[in-house]
């Protein structure tokens, strides 16, 4: 299995970190691509790992044309951030996910072209996402390698994440194996955030009455000539 070319150069090489080309195909796609991205980042905060989005995986040391731009990619056993591109023999380590925003155009791209050079990498799982259902009926398919080749995942989950995926509309769902919770989204986070401020608002707004009545009572006892902390 190939894990990485190493051909070091007798000069100089310059590695692109862009091609001018756009991110996405749509906007549907480039949403897709963002959530996912943003998800998983928050999953794997406080790990020591990474997750990029369309930006150059360099597989080949010393040709720079030897490159491709995966949607999404998970790499473990890396320094956390960013990047400006990504060179497999200088990090050591090879993607272990990598999601792909696919579409008709792309079929034959990322089912085959992709497909293979991601198996001669080693990465281990491939997941393909048709947000727009073009050619994938159930929008969500994903590979997972098994010795030296794929096969095709058929109980919906990441071994290397520990996830479970489904589709949800034009997005990927991802809940946690081991608790079952749901990763929020971006604007399911906000929406939480916004519900925990109302919560805390309404808190403080009904201790706030129930110190008023409190009061109000032991006015009206000490109007009767009793003394409310006697009681």
């Given amino acids: 299995m190939t894990t990485s070319l190493s051909h070091p150069p007798s000069t100089t090489v310059f590695y692109p970190s862009s091609d001018g080309k756009p991110v996405a195909e749509t906007y549907l796609h480039l949403y897709a691509l963002l959530v996912t991205l943003e998800v998983l980042r928050q999953y794997?905060?406080?790990?020591?790992?990474?997750?990029?989005?369309?930006q150059f995986l360099y597989y080949a040391e010393g040709f720079s044309r030897l490159r491709v731009a995966p949607d999404v990619?998970?790499?473990?056993?890396?320094?956390?951030?960013?990047?400006?591109?990504?060179?497999?023999?200088?990090?050591?380590?090879?993607?272990?996910v990598i999601f792909e925003m696919?579409?008709?155009?792309?079929?034959?791209?990322?089912?085959?072209?992709?497909?293979?050079?991601?198996?001669?990498?080693?990465?281990?799982?491939?997941?393909?996402?048709?947000?727009?259902?073009?050619?994938?009926k159930t929008q969500l398919q994903g590979y997972r390698l098994q010795g030296e080749h794929y096969q095709l995942i058929t109980d919906?989950?990441?071994?290397?994440?520990?996830?479970?995926?489904?589709?949800?509309?034009?997005?990927?769902?991802?809940?946690?194996?081991?608790?079952?919770?749901?990763?929020?989204?971006?604007?399911?986070l906000a929406d939480a955030l916004v519900q925990e401020r109302l919560a805390k608002e309404q808190e403080r707004l009904a201790k706030e009455r129930a110190e008023e009545q409190v009061e109000h009572l032991k006015a009206q006892l000490r109007s009767l000539g009793v003394d409310p902390d006697t009681i």
């Fill in 44 to 54: 794997l905060r406080g790990q020591r790992a990474t997750v990029l989005g369309n």
């Fill in 102 to 136: 696919t579409s008709k155009s792309t079929k034959q791209e990322d089912r085959v072209e992709k497909k293979t050079l991601y198996e001669q990498l080693g990465v281990q799982e491939y997941w393909l996402f048709d947000p727009k259902g073009e050619w994938i």
């Fill in 73 to 96: 990619m998970v790499i473990f056993d890396v320094e956390p951030g960013g990047r400006d591109n990504y060179k497999i023999w200088q990090e050591k380590q090879v993607p272990v």
């Fill in 156 to 188: 919906g989950r990441s071994e290397p994440l520990q996830l479970r995926l489904q589709v949800e509309g034009q997005l990927i769902g991802f809940y946690r194996e081991d608790t079952g919770e749901k990763l929020l989204i971006p604007e399911e």
